[in-house]
């Protein structure tokens, strides 16, 4: 059985927005597929394929295509993902489909064919038919369908093998499109596009007529990469962000969002592969309640070829094009190879209609065509029903008090329906689910919600921390007693702040190169001089004040004489290293009664004397010198004789 495809080719998509709001909820047709309720649907990442950036991404029973610019590569489609084969094309690859042994690339000149089993030599047809700057590839029965940015969406006989498909082959329909097209995705017979500017448009192939092509949302004219993971739920990239609408039920609320910037998408199930700018990873949206998944039957694939659900949803085979079966079973060997059986299910042959089969145990599947044998299979991967988890919302997440915050927790997996105990972090409570709360006091709060299911399973999710500021800035004081006084010197220094976010937390600096990390510390010092103490307080927000405290003048004690004990040289360039006592702030130390070039005060018991070049003059080799340290009160040491 052969599908007819029509397409309105005497006239150009324009002015889309303009079309009325009343057409919208026309675009989606119901699938009859048992819905996921809009708050029991979640993303998770369930894998890595790739670190390596992406633009595009596809997927077989048995491999992943992905690649970047000229740069193609084929992995096998399971952990750890290894590297099958790579290949470079001639021009940048723009999308990329497995369509049974065969991958086709939509590359700037082309479409290009290779056999998967060697993806560095394109199959030589020549160039497949596309229009210039193919963006976008996918197969329909024995169609292919392409669509390009700016220029229209075309579609092409393929046959048995795409063995009608050659360079130069007309298309047997074609849509002009004034917008570039940011993504696609089919859905039945439907091509739903995300057309730059204006938002998504559906197209029907499937009708005896002109199609009927209207847009999904128009307020969403950022749309970009599109995917299914299952028969009713949309999955739309905008911005930075995946968001998932209910097909059945058009809405400009997304039922989930999660936090993504995928250049591309591919749908396979539950399963949705993801390229993006740090490689491609491997989605999973799961749900508490079973869904329904259709692959179509052509010649001669399974399209999508590998599906990812879940316990208790239901796989429905439809057969668009020749006559094949749904047989459970694994093949080995090339060509038709050889496939055995295993009698989980089987379609028997047919050429239309549709073939159910529920899963319900975790466990991967491979299926055949009894017809095709080896050269037209399929895998089911099929993954455990999620369990109860919860996501939590917070707005806005900061500002002064009085700050009053939105929360709000999205629940998935578990047995609905929910019930939920919001704990707000300043004492309060909720039992709502998307309750508003207001902080009255500066400081930092973590609220918390506690999800329980009809099942007593539990779950419990943080939001964003709440960071609620004073109406003044932060701000310090400081005082410091006594401020003056003989060597040794034992001073209490002391710090008040206020405003911003308590807790705080301090950081001292004495000014002699001592610390101290406490709100009220006590500093002794040891040598007379002028110092400068400060003190820097932070807040739990982050935000920093710095004030100086009194400068602490000490004296030395009774006019203690510095004496030399030791004078050693070090390092290069040359210093001299002077050990000894009663050392205090501004000494000097002097070579022969000169003083020597850079003086260093370490402590009291320990100067340095540089530098370089003009030290070493001082002092040169073989003679002995008089090293002398000299206080700022005037009082000198003996000299210390010294020889290098």
Not at 7 to 28: E, P
Not at 132 to 137: D, E, I
Not at 358 to 365: I, L, M, Y
Not at 608 to 625: E, F, Y
Request: aromatic share 8%.
């Amino acid at each position: 059985m052969r599908t007819t495809l029509y397409l309105n080719h005497r006239s150009r998509l324009t002015g889309i927005s303009a079309i009325a709001s009343a057409l919208l909820l026309c675009a989606f047709a119901a699938t009859g597929a048992r819905a996921i309720p809009p708050s029991h649907l979640a993303f998770s990442i369930r894998g890595t394929v790739s670190d390596r950036p992406a633009d595009w991404v596809t997927a077989g029973p048995s491999s992943i295509a992905y690649g970047e610019g000229t740069r193609v590569i084929l992995a096998e489609d399971q952990t750890p993902y290894r590297v099958l084969a790579a290949a470079q094309t001639s021009s940048p690859v723009y999308d990329g489909l497995m369509a049974g042994r065969t991958l086709l690339l939509a590359e700037r000149d082309g479409i290009q064919e290779f056999d998967i089993a060697d993806i560095t030599h394109p199959i030589d047809r020549g160039l497949l038919p596309g229009l210039p700057g193919a963006s976008h590839l996918a197969v329909l029965g024995d169609y292919l369908i392409v669509a390009s940015d700016g220029e229209g969406l075309a579609v092409y006989e393929a046959g048995m093998h795409l063995s009608k498909l050659g360079s130069g082959a007309p298309p047997v329909s074609y849509l002009p499109l004034s917008e570039s097209v940011a993504g696609m995705a089919l859905s039945g017979t439907k091509v739903l596009l995300s057309l730059k500017g204006a938002g998504i448009a559906t197209v029907d192939l499937s009708i005896p007529a002109t199609p009927f092509l209207t847009f999904v949302d128009g307020s969403h004219p950022d749309a970009g990469p599109l995917a299914f993971p299952q028969d009713d739920v949309l999955v739309v990239r905008e911005g930075a962000s995946l968001r998932a609408f209910d097909f059945t039920s058009p809405t400009s609320e997304p039922i989930v969002s999660f936090s993504l910037a995928a250049n591309a998408l591919f749908g396979a199930g539950r399963a949705i592969y993801a390229a993006t700018d740090e490689g491609v990873a491997l989605l999973t949206a799961g749900g508490p309640q079973a869904a329904s998944h259709t692959v179509q039957v052509g010649n001669v694939y399974f399209s999508p070829a590998s599906l990812t659900i879940q316990q208790g949803d239901d796989v429905k085979w439809v057969w668009i094009g020749g006559t094949h079966s749904s047989t459970s079973g694994s093949c080995t060997g090339g060509g038709y190879g050889t496939c055995n059986p295993d009698g989980k299910w089987d379609s028997g042959l047919m050429s239309s209609g549709s073939f159910d089969h529920v899963f319900s145990s975790v466990e991967t599947d491979p299926y055949f065509c009894m017809v095709h044998l080896s050269a037209m299979t399929g895998k089911i991967t099929v993954i455990a029903a999620s369990n109860l988890s919860a996501t939590a919302t917070a707005s806005p997440t900061s500002g002064p008090a009085p700050l009053t915050v939105n929360l709000g927790v999205q629940a998935s997996g578990g047995t609905p329906p929910y019930a939920y105990s919001w704990n707000f972090g300043d004492r309060t409570t909720s039992t709502s689910q998307s309750p508003q709360h207001a902080y009255t006091a500066a400081g930092t709060y973590n609220p918390t919600v506690t999800v329980s299911d009809s099942a007593s399973a539990t779950a419990t999710a943080s939001a964003p921390t709440i960071t609620v500021t004073s109406s003044g800035g932060l701000t310090a004081t400081t005082s410091d007693t006594p401020a003056t006084g003989q060597a040794p010197l034992p001073v209490t220094f002391s710090v008040q702040a206020s405003g911003g976010v308590s807790p705080y937390t301090y950081a001292w600096d004495f000014g002699d190169g001592a610390a101290s990390t406490s709100q009220n510390p006590q500093h002794t010092y040891a040598a007379a001089g002028t110092y400068h103490p400060k003190v820097t307080v932070t807040d739990s927000a982050g935000a920093t004040a710095t004030a100086t405290a009194p400068d602490v003048v000490v004296t030395s004690s009774g006019g203690q004489t510095p004496a030399i004990l030791s004078v050693r040289k070090a390092g290069s360039p040359i210093r001299l290293v002077v050990m000894g006592s009663n050392f205090v702030t501004g000494a000097a130390v002097k070579i022969n009664g000169t003083p020597a070039p850079k003086t260093t005060f370490k402590s009291a018991t320990k100067m340095v004397a540089g530098k370089g070049a003009a030290l070493k003059a001082m002092v040169p080799v073989g003679t002995a010198v008089q090293v002398t340290v000299t206080n700022p009160d005037g009082q000198t040491s003996a000299p210390f004789s010294f020889a290098r």
